[in-house]
């Protein structure tokens, strides 16, 4: 019999902690201190296991928590531990919070400075401080789309300083060449972006 929110609501706390079932493997535990936590029971590789839903009930509704045991069976399916899985996510989101548009920059810009003239090494990093640095400075290289990387550069053309366009195109694409060259994306979205600027003698 699937559980019902009456029921998980009626629940109460008894002297040992006691699990009702939701179906698809999915248990509702009641803690002896009153907490409901929903706990997906699987089997792999042969053995069995079990894996702790993020939140509770009511807070997750019976309805989500099958929802997100849907998500877990096809991982199971796949040989793949959904807590090996969520570790993965968080270290990718780690990864990700590094790997800033800012910190990628500098990166990038402390090579080239072996390169460059110091005038022209100030001149490029004040651009994209003044000019890319508000908008996408702190978002992760990996999440920044063409329309976001547009949009810096047609504000810098409201502004009539065309060359500053063309010059801070070609820095944010080099930025992200840089990026895929430390195989931290693998595209450049600011490869075709220049057809959809005016154009200027």
Known sequence: MTLTIKQAEKAKPKGKKYSLS???????????AGGKHWKYRYRINGKSAEYTLKDSFPDLSIKEALEQVDILRKLVKQGVHPIAQEMREKL?????AKN????????????????????????????????????????????????EI???????????T?????????????????????????????ADLKQGLKKYK
């Open 150 to 160: 547009l949009a810096v550069l047609r504000e810098i053309e409201k502004r009539g």
């Open 22 to 32: 939701a179906g698809k493997s999915l248990f509702l535990v009641i803690s002896p």
């Open 100 to 147: 800033t548009f800012k910190n990628v920059s500098e990166k990038w810009l402390e090579i080239k400075a072996t390169e460059w003239k110091d005038g022209h090494l100030k001149d490029v990093t004040r651009s994209l401080k003044a000019n890319v640095y508000p908008e996408l400075g702190d978002r992760s290289i990996s999440d920044i789309l063409p329309g």
């Open 162 to 190: 065309f060359e500053l366009v063309s010059k801070t195109l070609q820095r944010i694409r080099a930025v992200f060449s840089f990026a895929i060259i430390e195989s931290m994306i693998t595209n450049n979205p600011a």
């Open 92 to 96: 990718l989101k780690t990864i990700s």
